[in-house]
T-cell receptor
Framework: GAVVSQHPSRVICKSGTSVKIECRSLDFQATTMFWYRQFPKQSLMLMAT?????????EQGVEKDKFLINHASLTLSTLTVTSAHPEDSSFYIC?????????????FGPGTRLTVT | TQLLEQSPQFLSIQEGENLTVYCNSS?????LQWYRQEPGEGPVLLVTVVTGGEVKKLKRLTFQFGDARKDSSLHITAAQTGDTGLYLC??????????FGDGTTLTVKP
């Protein structure tokens, strides 16, 4: 149980275009999903907390107009990187916190490797 | 800011050796999680500890939560090459966001 998927797993886009990444909890409902960014050999950097039916809460330094988050249902959150630039190239990972059960735990998706050329 | 410091940052050992990874903070956490991440994949939850002084075992892995719930350790006995990966600790205060440590990159050589 507690499986989270991400799509796509890898994406290459041209500078200036937008890319949407989906995060789905496959076998549980999640009111809260988190979006992280990770650079090679480094830890996870929280970008935003996404709550179903409400606006996302962004961490300091993260541009909300550039990283659009939509959490339309209890099993789906999307992250759209708008007007992508090469410096946005990174590994993006989402996680989901189950609606029921342990309130502290979160389950991670497999990540999306974004390369902006 | 709640900071979690992990040590060591990098660890390279031979198969069969034992190792301990530490996760320390000046803040008290409601719970602490340990994750293991392989390159190109998302972190996988290993354990959650919530009670001060708690010890949990997962095969060759032993996790301990400090009495004051500010620190934790992960001990691996007789490491195997399959244990290679990035180990992350994460502390939570209530049901809010978690604070992640900087990670420990473990390499187990055959």
């Amino acid at each position: 149980g507690a499986v989270v998927s991400q799509h796509p797993s890898r994406v290459i886009c041209k500078s200036g275009t937008s890319v949407k990444i989906e995060c789905r909890s496959l076998d549980f409902q999640a009111t809260t999903m988190f979006w992280y960014r990770q650079f090679p050999k480094q830890s996870l950097m929280l970008m935003a907390t996404s709550n179903e039916g409400s606006k996302a809460t962004y961490e300091q330094g993260v541009e909300k107009d550039k990283f659009l988050i939509n959490h339309a249902s209890l099993t789906l959150s999307t992250l759209t990187v708008t007007s992508a630039h090469p410096e946005d190239s990174s590994f993006y990972i989402c996680s989901a916190r189950p609606l029921t059960g342990d309130p502290y735990e979160q389950y991670f998706g497999p990540g999306t490797r974004l390369t902006v050329t | 800011t709640q900071l979690l410091e992990q040590s060591p940052q990098f660890l390279s050992i031979q198969e069969g050796e034992n190792l301990t990874v530490y996760c320390n903070s000046s803040s008290v956490f409601s719970s602490l999680q340990w994750y293991r991440q392989e390159p190109g994949e998302g972190p996988v939850l290993l354990v959650t500890v919530v009670t001060g002084g708690e010890v949990k075992k997962l095969k060759r892995l032993t996790f301990q939560f400090g009495d004051a719930r500010k620190d934790s350790s992960l001990h691996i006995t007789a490491a195997q090459t399959g244990d290679t990966g990035l180990y992350l600790c994460a502390g939570a205060r209530g049901a809010g966001k978690s604070t992640f440590g900087d990670g420990t990159t473990l390499t187990v050589k055959p």
